[in-house]
């Protein structure tokens, strides 16, 4: 085997071994970018039920379910700014 040979043998080797590398990069960063995805999701549902359980949201709820037969009529009109909160002015509500 001459020096040529030789030098495109270790040069042919060096580029199989570069691209192995960067195959296995590439699926490392995308199962790292998987997990994000997935992790991105769980931080947006713990959000939302941090948002419902918060005391603000609670009084709305006690709000809407103890006077309900009040509020219903308030949505039984075709829709209106102005008398909608006309209405829920009316309303004597006392927050806890």
């Known amino acids: 085997m001459t020096e040529a040979e030789t030098v495109s043998l270790i040069a042919s080797i060096a580029t199989i071994i570069a691209s192995l590398a960067i195959v296995v990069t590439a699926v490392i960063y995308w199962h790292q970018l998987r997990t ?3 992790a991105r999701e769980t ?3 713990l959000a939302i039920m941090n ?3 918060s005391q603000e ?3 709305a709820r006690y709000l809407m379910l103890e006077h ?3 509020l219903q009529d308030l949505y ?3 829709y209106s700014w102005g008398s909608k909160y006309d ?3 009316r309303l004597k509500y ?3």
């Open 36 to 38: 994000m995805t997935k």
């Open 43 to 45: 931080d947006s549902v």
């Open 51 to 53: 948002h419902a359980n």
């Open 57 to 59: 949201l609670r009084r």
């Open 68 to 70: 309900h037969e009040i």
């Open 76 to 78: 039984s009109d075709l």
């Open 87 to 89: 209405q829920l002015a």
């Open 94 to 96: 006392r927050p806890c």
